[in-house]
């Protein structure tokens, strides 16, 4: 717990230092979002090395084995269960948690946007199902409602927001946030299902969005802008960028065949047994981020072509993101080899989870 902890606050000090230093716009705006960035992650992660804390009194050690095997009162997994919520609600995000995110991911140079979307949201979904839900499975059990709620009230603010976004970086943000509120729906439902699609879904959207980062990237050297109106008719000056950027986008909606789609319906279908109004609340993300995902390529690709002249991907630009894409449609089409390693050990953490059934 104590290394798991340490490690959890150095993945900050990089994304700091890149998005300070390398970052995008008004040098005084950069260093206002980068630190209220840190103090957010810093401030939440002080209440998981609380509970940390007050498990080592119950065990005497920090070793997640024995932590899984200490037996809390109902009252006590509620404390615990908080401290873990409020750290890794902040760094997923959850709302309200979310404010720090719009304004880093448009400050940060794109390769800390990336960093940021693709690896560091993954560490707060990862940690629910490894470290929070074993550990106070009845607080778990006990708060799943509100839980679900917050899940599937962050997909609808996600993509209602998106919707108005008018810079590229902020509506792929506002997406993000979106899509990683269905995957901790998905996570706080305590089924097989859930937690399958919910890891499924996380390694989806870490390929996806780092291609849709890259892709922004792209154009934004080209045309020097992050702002979707000043972009349009790439595609009669840059047909791969085009097709790629089409793959991309088409997989962040769930299309059939890629891999956000696996994990995506095997999430909103736990849900579905769980309460049907969840699944179709979840499913707005379908419905909306089709609207404005394909909206925004239509205004980027497909608009009035802009004056200035767009150069089609290099050969290492396009091999990122063709590598990107044929990630995404081979799990999407053969996804066994991951729920084959998946199921076993999301099993013995539902073992976990019931064994004060």
Known sequence: AILFY???????????????????????????????????TF???????????????????????????????SQEQFWVFGGFFLAYAIKIPLIPFHTWQAAVYQKAPTAGTMLLSGIMLKMGLYSVI????????????????TLLGLGVAGVIYGSIVAL???????????SSLAHV????????????????GAVLQMMAHGFVVVGLFFAAEIIYRR???????????????????????????????ALPSTF???????????????????AILGGTTIILGAYYMLKMFQQVMLGETNARPFADVTFNEGLILA???????????????????????????????????
Do not use: C, H
């Open 6 to 40: 340490v490690f959890w606050e150095l993945s900050l000090v990089p994304i700091y230092f890149i998005a300070l230093i390398w970052g995008n716009g008004d040098a005084e705006e950069r260093k206002k979002a980068v630190v209220k960035f840190f103090i957010y």
């Open 43 to 73: 401030g939440g992660s002080l209440f998981m090395l609380t509970a940390f804390a007050y498990l080592y009194t119950k065990t005497s050690s920090f070793l997640l084995d024995d932590l899984y095997r200490t037996t809390l009162s």
């Open 130 to 145: 490894r470290w929070q839900i074993p550990i106070a499975p009845l607080a778990a059990k006990a708060w799943m409602p």
């Open 164 to 174: 108005r976004q008018k810079d590229l970086k902020r509506l792929l943000a506002y």
């Open 181 to 196: 509120g269905l995957i901790a729906a998905g996570a706080y439902t305590l089924t097989l299902d859930g937690l399958r």
């Open 223 to 253: 045309y020097g802008t992050r702002k979707i109106a000043e972009m349009g008719g790439i595609r009669t000056q840059a047909n791969v960028f085009t097709s790629l950027f089409m793959i991309m986008v088409v997989a962040s909606v």
């Open 260 to 278: 956000n789609f696996v994990g995506e319906f095997t999430v909103l279908y736990s849900l579905y047994q769980i309460n049907i109004w969840y």
């Open 323 to 357: 590598l990107i894409a044929g990630v995404l449609f081979f799990f999407g089409i053969y996804p066994k080899p991951l729920t084959d390693l998946l199921t076993p050990a999301l099993e013995n953490i539902l073992t976990q989870i019931n064994r004060f059934n």
